[in-house]
């Protein structure tokens, strides 16, 4: 079991307030990710959750119960650090057995524990060595058999992969995932990058200076962003965010057109505009132009498409996947 | 890192600390303060009576104290001197690669543990003894008449004796400030065409000045209060030629009993201190931040 | 780096600096020389530098005349014991300091420092007053409270500047994984710091070990450590040499070898981090 409720919780070091006043309903074995840009309090947030931080105000429930007060030690959470906090002067051995170690268990128990996680994590052949003598994914899951073997009620991931290279990430993203697959433990997972959010979360929270923009699966993110900064923030490459004239024809301030919701042709298109940049991926083609009267538009071509710096090109947006916004930003 | 909880063991955990050097520093200072403002002597229990700031005016119209404080500032600054100058060279010596050069900065460093009433020992007897010592000895080989040192210098002996003991500080210190110099500093001024020389004033020195002042500030602060060193060659004599205040306080405190005026004395030193100490706290705070 | 150095170059610094390392050690050279000669020997003129007959004799007579391994213990225990103390006192403080700061962390530090300034003089009086009525004048017990108090403020910086060096996640990590905050530092923090604690240690046994103010004014016969001790020597009857330099040679060796091991850390500690 392992629900986690915020109900109200807020946040200020001194008198500045970094999280204001927070809801949140963490269903038990779900996979949650805050993501946000740096300085957005998720990390906080994650911290308070954690215990290693106070809440200023609000309640914190594990499991209805409530733990606001309660020591970190005594929640029952695990967590993964972006530095992944190992212990340098114990083997792997003793950083799985540590936890197990603190809650008092027995020799036996704690030795059947400990290699069933290394066996589960590939970690059998390292368990007498020292954190320093692995490597960046080796220690990462280091981390993690750290925080499976006592079988908290919800894991904590603070970043824990954006230490690794860009390869290892990809692999570890689909590890974490199978984890949960075969747990199906309650985890909270914060990170800054889009991407993992996207791949990873069951359910997406996006903050932005403390405050929660919008919370939803990724699609219904990518789908029906409630505002500008979810727009702009969920999708990659960015969704074009168009004001001015092309805005005021919809009815709106701003309007918002996702790259790959935008037809490229070199012979017909409402807009018209000269290339700026062309980015071949093989898979796609992302085209930037300067379109006359909206100004710099991405656009995606799936597959090849052949042009070049300063030629003209004309862009077709999906009428029905415009978005629309008002002046303070919220989707209309 | 802060919840409620690990701020109020924090506190817990900080309270012996602070409890035991709070104690430990404001009692006997309060009481020093006390004292100095009594006719308080050991000699006449029972005696004691207000006396106001009697015991400063005598003891800062005292013609013992306007040596003792001059002695203070000659002994300081004369060590500063020596330590500085010789540290430096000896820091810039030790940092050129020769053969043994571990083995000579352990020599170049040893002095410094070497127990004050040792070293103070072993210089008056075996190296200034004006029969018997080497010093005296050298100056027969080059048929000089040999220097009576404790004698008719004393001030200038005990200062080369502290010197010899906190030549190894400085040189430490300075000899690390100058390994932390980034290589490529150097070599880019190579580059740009500057001689060892003006290498050593325009990059060496600027680098070493930060070294330098904390060199400076906490010499200052163990050399106000040489104390062990004076006891065992010159007993602060002959007259009051090697006394400083340190030395002043300890003989007016047990060996004329003056309480009260001891006390005063000591206040006077504490004051003295407190100025360096202002600039020392500011230096390491400072540094503290960064 | 990496450029040829003349050879010529690097005998000349060789010579020059032997030669420094030589005059400047000289004195306990010496002092390790004539604590093997006969007195006679050791005020011969012109002096006799390697060739004399080599004895043993004054280390007997320091030993038989003066009970000199009372004296040594006296400094080891006063020393040891004061460093232990205070270590036990300061972890827990420097703990605080580096992982659960507040806005007068700073302020408190400084002001133990402070403390270091104050020249003892200032409160020699007082001090000397309470020992006597509590009894504690010439005790190593009086002793082991005032060296503990003066070494303190160093003690507490050095740690805390050896825990600062620690990632406080780590801290946190045991945390999570259930330690309380006794088990956080017995397990984690203690074993994490130990090259840290080992040296602060080191140093402020070679500091309580040479202390030469209160030592000198707080001890007579029986809780005299080695400074005290070798302090009456002073004493124009007491000119054995070769029994001083018996007497000095066994007081500095022990520290001298600590001394070399811990040179590193001597810097730090004594410049309260500033130079690290």
């Known amino acids: 079991m392992g629900s986690i409720t915020l109900e109200k919780v807020s946040k200020s070091f001194g008198t500045t307030n970094v999280i204001p006043e927070i809801d949140l309903e963490i269903a038990d074995g779900e996979f949650v990710v805050f993501v946000g840009p740096s300085g957005c309090g998720k990390s906080t947030l994650l911290r308070i959750i954690a215990g290693l931080e106070d809440a200023t105000a609000g309640t914190i429930r594990i499991d209805g119960a409530d733990a606001t007060r309660e020591a970190p030690a005594k929640r029952g959470l695990s967590m993964v650090f972006q530095s992944y906090a190992l212990y340098p002067h114990m083997s792997v051995y003793g950083n799985i057995a540590f936890p197990l170690k603190m809650a008092g268990q027995e020799k036996p128990a704690i030795d059947k524990k400990v290699r069933d996680a290394a066996r589960v994590l590939n970690l059998t052949d390292y368990l007498d060595r020292k954190p320093r003598q692995l490597s960046g994914g080796q220690r990462q899951r280091v981390a993690i058999g750290r925080a499976i073997v006592r079988q908290p009620k919800a894991f904590l991931f603070d970043e824990p992969l954006s230490n690794l290279d860009a390869a290892l990430r990809v692999n570890m993203r689909l590890e974490i995932s199978e984890l949960h697959h075969q747990l199906k433990t309650t985890m909270v997972y914060v990170t800054h990058d889009q991407v993992e959010a996207m791949t990873m979360a069951d359910k997406i929270v996006v903050l932005n200076a403390g405050r929660i923009e919008q919370v939803g699966s990724p699609l219904d993110l990518y789908r029906n962003p409630k505002n500008l900064f979810v727009a702009g923030f969920i999708g990659s490459p960015k969704m074009n965010l168009i004001t001015g004239a092309a805005a005021a024809k919809e009815n709106a301030t701003t309007i918002g057109v996702r790259p790959e919701h935008i037809g490229l042709s070199k012979r017909e298109g409402p807009w018209q505009g000269t290339v700026t940049v062309v980015e071949h991926l093989g898979a796609d083609t992302f085209v930037h132009a300067d379109v006359d009267g909206v100004g710099p538009v991405t656009a995606r071509a799936p597959g090849e498409f052949a042009v070049k710096h300063s030629e003209r090109v004309f862009l077709t947006p999906e009428a029905e996947k415009i978005y629309r916004f008002g002046e303070n930003g919220d989707a209309l | 890192m802060a919840t409620l909880q690990t701020r109020s063991a924090a506190r817990l955990m900080m309270t012996p600390a602070v409890l035991m050097l709070f104690v430990w520093m404001i009692v006997p200072l309060a009481m020093t303060l006390y004292f100095s403002l009594l006719r308080y002597n050991l000699l006449m229990p029972g005696m004691e009576e207000w006396a106001g700031t009697l015991n400063y005016r005598y003891f800062l119209t005292d013609p013992a104290f306007g040596a003792a404080l001059l002695n203070t500032l000659l002994l300081v600054g004369g060590v500063l001197l020596i330590t500085l100058v010789g540290g430096t060279l000896l820091a810039l010596l030790l940092d050129q690669p020769f053969f043994g050069q571990g083995i000579v900065r352990l020599l170049v460093i040893a002095p410094f543990f070497v127990m004050p009433t040792v070293s103070a020992l072993v210089w008056k007897n075996m190296l200034m003894h004006p029969v018997y010592g080497i010093f005296a000895w050298i100056a027969r080989l080059f048929g000089l008449q040999p220097v009576d040192w404790l004698s008719s210098l004393p001030l200038f002996s005990v200062t080369m004796i502290v010197a010899w003991q906190w030549l190894p500080f400085a040189t430490l210190i300075l000899l690390t400030a100058l390994q932390s110099l980034d290589e490529e500093q150097k070599e880019a001024a190579e580059m740009d065409g500057a001689g060892p020389v003006s290498r050593f004033i325009h990059i060496v020195l600027p680098h070493l000045a930060r070294a330098m002042t904390v060199v400076v500030l906490i010499e200052t602060i163990f050399l106000l209060s040489v104390f062990a060193e004076i006891l065992v060659t010159t007993n602060g004599g002959p007259g009051t030629e090697s006394t400083n205040i340190t030395y002043l306080v300890y003989a007016q405190a047990l060996l004329q009993f003056d309480v009260g005026g001891a006390s005063a004395g000591g206040i006077v030193a504490v004051i003295l201190a407190n100025i360096v100490a202002i600039f020392l706290i500011r230096l390491i705070g400072k540094n503290l931040e960064a | ?276």
């Open chain 3, 1 to 276: 780096m990496a450029r040829a150095i003349s050879t010529r170059r690097k005998l000349t610094f060789t010579a020059i600096g032997w030669l420094v390392g030589f005059v400047i050690f000289f004195p306990i050279l010496w002092t390790v020389l004539t604590s093997f000669k006969t007195e006679g020997e050791a005020i011969a003129s012109p002096p006799h530098f390697l060739f004399f007959d080599w004895t043993l004799q004054s280390y007997y007579e320091v030993q038989s005349r003066s009970n000199y391994f009372k004296h040594m213990m006296n400094s080891v225990v006063i020393s040891f014991g004061s460093t232990f103390i205070g270590l036990l006192v300061a972890i827990p403080a420097a703990w605080a300091m580096a992982f659960s700061p507040t806005k007068r962390t700073k302020d408190i530090m400084m002001w133990m420092l402070s403390t270091k300034m104050l020249p003892p003089v200032g409160v020699l009086v007082p001090i000397y007053l309470l020992f006597r009525d509590w009894g504690l004048l010439d005790t190593r017990l009086g002793l082991v409270i005032v060296l503990t108090m003066i070494n303190l403020p160093i003690i507490v910086w050095m740690l805390y500047t050896y825990f600062k060096e620690i990632p406080g996640e780590i801290l946190e990590a045991s945390r999570m994984d259930g330690a309380s905050l006794a088990k956080e530092i017995v397990y984690v923090l203690t074993p994490m710091a130990v090259p840290g604690i080992a040296s602060t240690l080191l140093l402020n046994i070679i500091l309580a070990w040479n202390e030469a103010f209160w030592t000198l004014n707080l001890s007579a016969a029986s809780a005299a450590p080695l400074t005290a001790f070798i302090a009456s020597y002073s004493s124009p009857e007491g000119l054995f040499w070769a029994k001083l330099s018996a007497a000095s040679t066994l007081a500095i060796a022990p520290i001298l070898i600590l001394g070399w091991f811990s040179q590193r850390q001597l810097v730090r500690g004594l410049t309260f981090g500033a130079v690290k």
